[in-house]
T-cell receptor, first 113, second 110 residues
């Protein structure tokens, strides 16, 4: 059973545009929601994360929006650049269960020059 | 990046042979994790450890075992490799709430 669902599977954006990736979760006990960025041949790298006590977190061009009542969270990449082209994964974890990460299926982002 | 290294980085093995993958960390983290990555599935947890000799199963643990005799090393063993275990394996270590991943091991079972 997939506890974290991610969409879209792939996304093509023009340089300077906004990239938006969405995730929905089922387990209301999740208390930590990170986003990872992965380039081909590399391990996932932590990009930005949020706890459920805030509705938004911004770091540079990257913003997480969190909707606890809807059990959804999203990643917004402002002013998208070709260097942002990568696979993005959302995830969720629960500290009292060893902080095991449950991942979404991933989104392949392509930013065209 | 929690100073995580994985070895080997690539391995090709035959069905039925045992395989051990090693994860090494230099930051003295208590929690360590093994995930596998397959197209369409994201990353899925195999096993994790919350201390020396303390381990627990993840969602895809069948066919895998782990051991942690030292804080810095977390070993993943495939007792008898099968073609369905062809995958990219990632180790991670936890620092606070955050998990940091190693570079991965690409395993092919023929």
């Amino acid at each position: 059973q997939q506890q974290v669902k991610q969409s879209p599977q792939s996304l093509i954006v023009q340089k300077g545009g906004i990239s938006i990736i969405n995730c929905a979760y089922e387990n209301t006990a999740f208390d930590y929601f990170p986003w990872y960025q992965q380039f081909p041949g590399k391990g996932p790298a932590l990009l930005i994360a949020i706890r459920p006590d805030v509705s938004e977190k911004k770091e540079g061009r990257f913003t997480i929006s969190f909707n606890k009542s809807a059990k959804q969270f999203s990643l917004h990449i402002m002013d998208s650049q070709p260097g942002d082209s990568a696979t993005y994964f959302c995830a969720a974890s629960q500290e009292t269960s060893g902080s095991r990460l449950t991942f979404g299926e991933g989104t392949q982002l392509t930013v065209n020059p | 990046d929690a100073g995580i290294t994985q070895s080997p980085r690539h391995k090709v093995t035959e069905t039925g042979t045992p395989v051990t993958l090693r994860c090494h960390q230099t930051e003295n983290h208590r929690y360590m994790y093994w995930y596998r990555q397959d197209p369409g599935h994201g990353l899925r947890l195999i096993h994790y450890s919350y201390g020396v000799k303390d381990t627990d199963k993840g969602e895809v643990s069948d066919g895998y075992s782990v051991s942690r005799s030292k804080t810095e090393d977390f070993l993943l063993t495939l007792e008898s490799a099968t073609s369905s275990q062809t995958s990219v394996y990632f180790c991670a270590a936890r620092e606070g709430y955050e998990q940091y991943f190693g570079p991965g091991t690409r395993l092919t079972v023929t």
